[in-house]
T-cell receptor
Framework: SAVISQKPSRDICQRGTSLTIQCQVD?????MFWYRQQPGQSLTLIAT?????????ESGFVIDKFPISRPNLTFSTLTVSNMSPEDSSIYLC???????????FGPGTRLTVL | KQEVTQIPAALSVPEGENLVLNCSFT??????LQWFRQDPGKGLTSLLL?????REQTSGRLNASLDKSSGRSTLYIAASQPGDSATYLC???????????FGEGTQLTVNP
């Protein structure tokens, strides 16, 4: 299994600003995933973050808007840049620990943009 | 492109009832299927994972089945309790270690 923490748990931000979300895992993992859950909707993958290489973004998501860092095998950050109210969502990170096919999710960061 | 659909979108039942949640997916070439639970404002908790070669998995009062050829999975909850109230999401993984494609979820309310 894996224990995942995210910071902050929630934030209220002004339009045009940026927020960096941190994801910390209690074990080393190869890949970390960042998902977005818009109000009343299911989860959509933003990008996959591998340590030592650039993140791979899904269609509709770009690096300039959602830059990701992956400095080591237990940590990643997702930045939501130049925010607008449409960015109001829950952002979740997840991992696939080595030796298991189960994906584990962090508690999420609830972002509200005014 | 894989699409995952869950029916019903919402379900309200009295305590003690047995219930079935449905999930269908369009591309049967999957690696596994997972059922998750999400409580309001919280992250996801993995309930059951079924490998593509398996037919079902059980954990306590939960039983998940998989019919890969027809693109369907069901989550059976026995003797439902108010604490089971949550949103239940199914998700498919197409290759090992790849991303999950999620359904829209079923919002379950179990009334005491």
């Amino acid at each position: 299994s894996a224990v995942i923490s995210q910071k902050p748990s929630r934030d209220i931000c002004q339009r045009g600003t940026s927020l960096t979300i941190q994801c910390q895992v209690d074990s080393q993992v190869t890949m970390m995933f960042w998902y977005r859950q818009q109000p009343g909707q299911s989860l959509t993958l933003i990008a996959t973050a591998n340590q030592g290489s650039e993140a791979t973004y899904e269609s509709g998501f770009v690096i300039d808007k959602f830059p990701i860092s992956r400095p080591n095998l237990t940590f990643s950050t997702l930045t939501v840049s130049n925010m607008s109210p449409e960015d109001s969502s829950i952002y979740l990170c997840s991992v696939n620990p080595t030796g298991t096919d189960t994906q584990y999710f962090g508690p999420g960061t609830r972002l509200t943009v005014l | 492109k894989q699409e995952v659909t869950q029916i019903p979108a919402a379900l309200s039942v009295p305590e003690g009832e047995n219930l079935v949640l449905n999930c269908s997916f369009t591309d049967s070439a999957i690696y596994n299927l997972q059922w998750f639970r999400q409580d309001p404002g919280k992250g996801l908790t993995s309930l059951l994972l079924i490998q593509s070669s398996q037919r079902e998995q059980t954990s306590g009062r939960l039983n998940a089945s998989l019919d890969k050829s027809s693109g369907r999975s069901t989550l059976y909850i026995a003797a439902s309790q108010p604490g089971d109230s949550a949103t239940y999401l199914c998700a498919v993984e197409e290759t090992s270690g790849s991303r999950l494609t999620f359904g829209e979820g079923t919002q379950l309310t179990v009334n005491p």
